[in-house]
């Protein structure tokens, strides 16, 4: 059964940093993407952020480029969510959530296992 556990959300100043990290069990992810998805409240749920699980491509939702970084660990079955110069509208649910490689990258459609969530507050 596969399980996606995020961690490393929590309350930050406008400005500050956060790394959060999703880890996937449960399977062989050779050919699965990874994605970062975030829910304001009262909004919609959006895409923030993807990359593959052996190629390394990686693309960004315009709100976050330049600002967030995803990255992975192979060996550890985790991938990474670097968050630099956070803003208030930042604030959010952050989920990770694992689609087939190939797929559409922003589509939430495309992913077939979601996490929890993890809360990330930026206070101004």
């Known amino acids: 059964q596969v399980q996606l556990v995020e961690s490393g959300g929590g309350l930050v100043q406008a400005g500050g940093s956060l790394r959060l990290s999703c880890a996937a069990s449960?399977?062989?992810?050779?050919?699965?993407?990874m994605g970062w998805f975030r829910q304001a409240p009262g909004k919609e749920r959006e895409f923030v952020a993807t990359?593959?699980?052996?190629?390394?491509?990686?693309y960004y939702a315009d709100s976050v480029k330049g600002r967030f970084t995803i990255s992975r660990e192979n060996a550890k079955n985790t991938v990474y969510l670097q968050m630099n110069s956070l803003k208030p509208e930042d604030t959010a649910v952050f989920f990770c959530?694992?689609?087939?490689?190939?797929?559409?990258?922003?589509?939430?459609?495309?992913?077939?296992?979601w996490g929890q969530g993890t809360q990330v507050t930026v206070s101004s």
């Open positions: 959530a694992l689609r087939p490689s190939g797929s559409s990258p922003i589509n939430m459609k495309s992913y077939d296992y």
């Open positions: 449960g399977r062989s992810f050779s050919n699965y993407a």
């Open positions: 990359i593959t699980w052996s190629g390394g491509y990686t």
